[in-house]
């Protein structure tokens, strides 16, 4: 947590909440979404109810796509799951929520999501919140904070709404039964060309990797900390360690292929760093990169400690370990 608490922006602080909150369940990417669509409009309030409308179609459109997950929800929770799987051919065929949704929604949101938003595992919670809570009623106003209008109005907002995205189809397909299981045996691997999260074992594609690991290096270059581009142009994915030392044989570490060895890099800096193994600097920086997600929930902490540990190499050994491969730099 200390890698967001270094710089205390708003934008860290979305991230904290979008990244490094509990993710029991994916209601609170919902929530982001709906956050970020109204006050992108310059909304500096909305009601609940106005609230409902974004949050229950993202649910309703996800629901499609992965079970929701969470069996043993409570009971609260798990009416509101069968309500979504109800009327969710109709909301979709609409595209807007059902009257029956919509009731469901503003009557669980506050408990379920609002009241939750802002907390992290063992802390006070993000440092600059994005709203303040209502009392429950449809009609009453949820105020939302400058920091919110800041992160929503920015032109890195692109980024933050791909975030946001990549990282809920991540912790669907963790909570989804097949591919969860497999994510826990051997994690996440990226396709040949890079562009593409994989489930090892089915090879199946889950998400974008160019948002995977861009929040875990506050947005920017991991070589020259240059803030990347908002619409993620000419954005990279690079390979700390380069593939090409698995092709010699000469390598007896984890998967280079794997998201621990993974960074986003701007355009200048991704042809000019090619095939050269990183500096000890960059070694460092890859591991408070990777230190970061570790600190996150599943899935993709689950799949860099997986690899760690599967070398026998806790977190707290990395150090030691990437020092031990000093005599892969040139
Ligand atoms: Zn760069």
Redesign the pocket.
């Known amino acids: 947590m200390q890698f967001y608490r270094t710089e205390p922006t708003a934008f860290s602080s979305w991230r904290m909440a979008i990244l490094m909150g509990a993710n029991t369940r994916t209601y609170k990417f919902a929530l982001g979404h709906a956050l970020l669509a109204l006050a992108a409009e310059g909304r500096d309030s909305a009601t609940l109810a106005e609230i409902a409308v974004p949050y229950s179609l993202a649910i309703a459109q996800h629901s499609q796509q992965y079970p929701q997950a969470p069996r043993a929800g409570s009971l609260g929770e798990a009416d509101y799951l069968s309500i979504v799987a109800q009327e969710a051919d109709d909301t979709l065929t609409a595209g807007a929520a059902t009257e029956r949704l919509m009731a469901a929604t503003v009557r669980s949101m506050p408990g379920m999501v609002m009241s939750k938003f802002h907390n992290l595992r063992g802390t006070d919670g993000v440092p600059r919140p994005f709203y303040e809570m209502p009392d429950r009623s449809a009609g009453s106003l949820v105020r939302f904070t400058p920091d919110l209008r800041q992160v929503a109005q920015s032109p890195y907002m692109p980024v933050l709404q791909q975030e946001l995205v990549t990282r809920w189809a991540l912790v669907e397909s963790a909570f989804d039964a097949d591919i969860g299981s497999s994510l826990v045996r051997s994690g996440l691997l990226v396709s040949d060309d890079s562009e593409l999260v994989l489930d090892l074992v089915r090879r199946a594609p889950v998400a974008q990797t160019r948002p995977a690991p861009i929040g875990f290096q506050y947005g920017?270059?991991?070589?020259?900390?240059?803030p990347l581009d908002g619409l993620l142009v000419d954005v990279h994915v690079d390979h700390v360690y380069p593939y090409s030392l698995m092709t010699t044989g000469a390598w007896r570490g984890p998967d280079l292929n794997g998201v621990w060895n993974l960074v986003v890099?701007?355009?200048?800096?991704?042809p000019?760093k090619s095939n050269r193994t990183p500096t000890e600097a960059e070694g460092r920086r890859l591991i408070q990169r990777n230190e970061a997600i570790l600190a996150s929930p599943h899935p993709l902490k689950r799949t860099v400690s997986l690899l760690l540990n599967s070398w026998g190499h806790s977190s707290t050994s990395f150090y030691r370990w990437v020092d031990d491969l000093a005599h892969f730099r040139d």
């Open positions: 920017r270059c991991f070589y020259c900390r240059t890099a701007c355009a200048p800096c991704n000019a």
